[in-house]
């Protein structure tokens, strides 16, 4: 029987074969034709595509700067205040489900 710890530091350095994905989405002023993924009852953004894109990456670095056993509440509570997507109302937010990897 291995030691646990030898257990542990196997699982540590396995590989996932899938992973789950969720995502914020920000739309920008400009986008043609209908948003079928569009949150109900949000306004039309009047943001670029640049300016959506620069406020992504200030709110990853934001998410990823802090503890790391707090990110899915932080990534939780973004979701709700800030996707503009229609899966932000889902449980669980935002969610886009399993991927394969490879």
């Not at 074969?17 to 009047?46: M, N, Y």
């Not at 894109?53 to 509440?73: F, H, M, R, S, V």
Request: hydrophobic residues 40%; charged residues 25%; positive net charge.
């Amino acid at each position: 029987i291995p030691a646990a710890g030898a257990s542990a530091k196997r699982l540590k350095s396995s590989k996932p074969e899938r992973v789950r994905i969720s995502h914020i989405l920000l739309r920008w002023a400009g986008q043609k034709g209908e948003d079928e993924f569009a949150k109900p009852g949000v306004a039309p953004p009047q943001r670029t595509q640049a300016m959506a894109e620069l406020e992504l990456l200030e709110l990853c670095e934001e998410l990823i700067g802090q503890d790391p056993k707090t990110l899915g509440a932080r990534f939780k509570a973004q979701v709700l205040k800030r996707s503009e997507c229609a899966s932000a109302l889902n449980v669980p937010y935002a969610d886009l489900g399993w991927i394969e990897l490879g």
